[in-house]
């Protein structure tokens, strides 16, 4: 059974910097992302990465503050966030994709992780 699991959330002020971890297990994905979903909103795209890190893909408005990259030696993968705003503030969730591209949309992702909490505070 493949799982993801999500550790890293916490609070933290705005100007800060957090790293999430995303560990699977029983199976591997070609690329992985990382969604996120405040309330009321609808899940979001973050990141995508494929491969071993030779493609990523951002949000815009993310771009320059959060780095995606992962470990396939470890089945991981990270996202370092830094400079964090207090509309950063979600649920995060990480995604895979048995698919090698780098998708945006939550339906094409094969399995997700139980989310870790972001809070921003101003």
């Known amino acids: 059974q493949v799982q993801l699991v999500e550790s890293g959330g916490g609070l933290v002020q705005a100007g800060g910097s957090l790293r999430l971890s995303c560990a699977a297990s029983g199976g591997t994905f070609s690329s992985m992302g990382w969604f996120r979903q405040a309330p009321g909103k609808e899940r979001e795209f973050v990141a995508v990465i494929r491969g071993s890190g030779e493609n990523t893909l951002y949000t815009d408005s993310v771009k320059g503050r959060f780095t995606i990259s992962r470990d396939n030696a470890k089945n991981t993968v990270y996202l370092q966030m830094n400079n964090l705003k207090p509309e950063d503030t979600a649920v995060y969730y990480c995604?895979?994709?048995?698919?090698?591209?780098?998708?945006?949309?939550?339906?094409?992702?094969?399995?997700w992780g139980q989310g870790t909490q972001v809070t921003v505070s101003s």
């Open positions: 995604a895979g994709r048995r698919d090698y591209g780098l998708a945006n949309t939550p339906r094409l992702y094969d399995n």
